[in-house]
Every structure is written in structure tokens, then in C-alpha cells.
């Protein structure tokens, strides 16, 4: 564990509960298959936030246990499920616990584990294929939910500070896939799986998705119309996703949601949050806030210019972020193609409150803006 200030170790003790922090991240939590009950008997088991990574594994670990037990039975379906809200729980269990990086690997490979035995037990024809994509030399883990429709569109989804492909990934990959789009989720530099063997640098992050296109390109086997390609991210990926679009002439459209569009240098980051200064040193490998700078500065008006179709969220009550209204106006200055704005005033980050209005909005852009494209 990493040493902590005193004013982390207050904040940890005092300011982190469920009333003032927890609750805020409940709809991400229940986005990707988290029971609310559940959620709510182990948040009533954390007595304070150095404790939350623990107290999340032992649900995670329980889980398993039954999971294992109903498969000895045939009970097949249950396994399955059982299987997927471990991964839940282990993904909240790591959840920004940036304050030590062992548990939290420890806890992303439990994940790991647990959502390959639960996608072993689909049916061939709905089972995430794993695809590793070379790149630099490593390779970049993904899985792709292949729609049951011939010559569908590639959504890609970039993650953000925080998320594994294992978890958002897979929730979102369903309802892509229902609706009829091929949807790939990965763990780029920095993130998830390759966060050991590739860290996070902006300058860098665009050639991953460029590589994962090419990949794609190049290995025509799953019959996707690789002439319809969207990318889609939330949080860091918010930003990430847009900016990648720039760089790649093939990405006919994007969306964004609560993207931290500039950073303003050092100065900057000091102003976030301590938990997301935290996640800039976690994510880049670095020591301090100074040493990540160079891997963690970026301001979306000097990136090329966006000339496909964008939609962008922004929450007024992100608290992660500050002045999440002048982000949001400055992507809508940067984008020079077609683009909407959806700010929630009331909204918390990522808009997890309204998810019930976002995503099935964000389906029917894809499919307006892919459909007119293949015409």
C-alpha cells in the first residue's frame, strides 16, 4: 500500500461512506450486473474505505463457491450468472482502489478468472471471442460479442481510468449485441489486463485503437462491414474515444460521455480529486504527480480536429472533474463535423443516474449515423 497523507487518511476515514461517496457509483455498479441488494449488504460491511477492496473479494470469493457448487449439480444457467456477479464484485472491489496496486491486480485477475469460467459456459455462438491484437510488442486482450446479424458495424469501446473488459465491457457488449452491432472491448495502455506490461501515455493511446482497426482489417473472418466502425467511451474514455476518432480516417462516427477533455499540466491535476491523482500515477507507472505529467496532459483543442459525427455527455454534478460545463463546451468547440450535446444538469458522472434514457439513446444514434453511412 501506498503511504498516505493525512489528509487521505481523514478523508479515508471520515469523508469516504456511503451517504457522501459510495452511493454516487451505484449506478455503474448496477450497469454491469451487480444485484442492488447485494450491493447494499456488502457497502453495510465496509467500516471505511481501506477496507473496501477486502470486504468486496470476500463476497467475490462466496459467489465463486456457489457458482462451483451449482455447477457440480448441472445447474448450468446458475453457474453462470453466479460466475458474472463475482466478476462484479471483484470489478467494484478494485474500483479506484489505486491506494495498493497489489490487491487491486490481485483482485482484476480474480475478475479475469471468473469471467472466463462464466463465458465457458455459453452456447458457442453467443460466447465472447477472445482476441489478443500485437502491438508495440505486447498485445492488447479484447473480446468481441459477434451479432447474429451478417455485415453489421464494429462498435468499439474504450475504456476509462477504471474499467476492465471483463465487466462494463461485457454488460454493454450484450445490449450492443442485441440491437445488432459487433462490439469489441479491450484493456488498453494502462488499463486493466496490459496495465502490467504497457502504461499509460496519451500520445501514445490513439495507436492502440488504430492497431485493434487494422487487426480487424486484416483478419475478415467474422463478417462484420468493417466500412461501419463507432467508437464509444465513458470518463477517461469520454475523452479518449473522440480523440482516437481524429487520429483514425476509418471511424465513420463517436460517442463520448462525461470526457476530461484537458488537464491543464501539472497544476491541473493537483486540483483533482486525491483518489484520481491516485489513478494518474497508477495508470502511468509513475511515482508522483510531476514524474506522470509527461504520460497525463492533453488539451482535446490541440488534437486534430473531429470531422465525423459526435455525441457527447456531460454531467453537472460530476465531482470528479471540475467545471464539468466548460469540458463539455470545449468538445463542442473542437468537434468541426456534425455533433450533439447532451448535458444532464442534475446528473452525477458518467450521467449513471440516467443510464436508463442514455443507453438505448446512444443505440438509436448508432444505428441513424452507421445506417446512413452504409448508403
Known amino acids: 500500500m501506498v503511504h498516505l497523507t493525512l489528509k487521505e487518511k481523514f478523508a479515508f476515514k471520515f469523508i469516504f461512506s456511503e451517504g457522501r461517496v459510495y452511493h454516487r457509483w451505484y449506478g455503474r455498479f448496477l450497469s454491469f450486473g451487480l444485484d442492488y441488494g447485494r450491493l447494499r449488504r456488502v457497502v453495510a460491511r465496509v467500516p471505511n474505505w481501506l477496507n473496501w477492496c477486502e470486504q468486496w473479494n470476500i463476497e467475490g470469493d462466496a459467489l465463486v463457491k456457489m457458482a462451483e457448487e451449482a455447477l457440480d449439480k448441472g445447474n448450468r444457467v446458475k453457474a453462470r450468472a453466479l460466475f458474472h456477479e463475482a466478476v462484479g464484485c471483484y470489478h467494484a472491489g478494485q474500483h479506484v482502489f489505486f491506494i495498493d496496486s497489489n490487491q487491486k491486480e490481485r483482485t482484476q485477475e480474480k475478475a479475469r478468472k471468473s469471467y472466463q469460467r462464466a463465458i465457458s459456459l455459453y452456447d458457442e455462438k453467443e460466447r465472447p471471442i477472445r482476441i489478443d491484437v500485437p502491438f508495440n510488442g505486447v498485445k492488447i486482450p479484447g473480446y468481441l460479442?459477434?451479432?447474429?446479424?451478417?455485415?453489421s458495424p464494429l462498435i468499439i469501446f474504450v475504456?476509462?481510468?477504471?474499467?476492465?473488459?471483463?465487466a462494463e465491457g461485457n454488460s454493454h457488449g450484450n445490449l450492443f449485441r442485441q440491437n445488432g452491432f459487433n462490439y469489441f472491448t479491450f484493456d488498453g495502455p494502462g488499463q486493466g489486463e496490459?496495465?502490467?506490461d504497457m502504461k499509460f501515455d496519451?500520445?501514445?493511446?490513439?495507436?492502440?485503437?488504430?492497431a485493434i482497426i487494422d487487426w480487424f482489417e486484416q483478419h475478415q473472418?467474422?463478417?462484420?462491414?468493417m466500412g461501419r466502425v463507432g467508437l464509444i467511451g465513458f470518463s477517461l474514455g469520454g475523452y479518449l474515444a473522440p480523440m482516437c476518432a481524429a487520429y483514425d480516417k476509418r471511424v465513420k462516427c463517436v460517442v463520448g460521455n462525461s470526457g476530461l477533455v484537458f488537464t491543464g499540466g501539472l497544476e491541473g491535476l493537483k486540483k483533482l480529486n486525491p483518489l484520481w491523482q491516485r489513478g494518474v500515477t497508477y495508470m502511468t507507472g509513475c511515482e508522483t504527480l510531476e514524474q506522470a505529467t509527461t504520460q497525463?496532459?492533453?488539451?482535446?483543442?490541440r488534437d486534430p480536429g473531429l470531422n465525423v459525427p459526435l455525441l457527447f455527455y456531460h454531467a453537472g454534478k460530476d465531482e470528479v472533474m471540475p467545471s464539468p460545463k466548460l469540458h463539455a463546451d470545449k468538445m463542442m468547440r473542437w468537434a468541426r463535423g456534425e455533433k450533439t450535446l447532451q448535458y444532464y444538469e442534475k446528473a452525477e458522472h458518467c450521467t449513471m443516474d440516467y443510464l436508463d434514457e442514455v443507453f438505448p439513446e446512444i443505440i438509436d444514434w448508432f444505428k441513424k449515423k452507421l445506417k446512413e453511412r452504409q448508403g
Request: net charge negative; charged share 35%; hydrophobic share 35%.
Open 202 to 210: 496519451v500520445k501514445e493511446y490513439h495507436k492502440a485503437v488504430t
Open 145 to 151: 460479442r459477434l451479432s447474429t446479424v451478417p455485415d
Open 194 to 196: 496490459l496495465w502490467k
Open 159 to 166: 475504456n476509462g481510468m477504471d474499467n476492465i473488459k471483463e
Open 221 to 225: 473472418i467474422y463478417g462484420m462491414d
Open 296 to 301: 497525463f496532459d492533453w488539451d482535446i483543442e
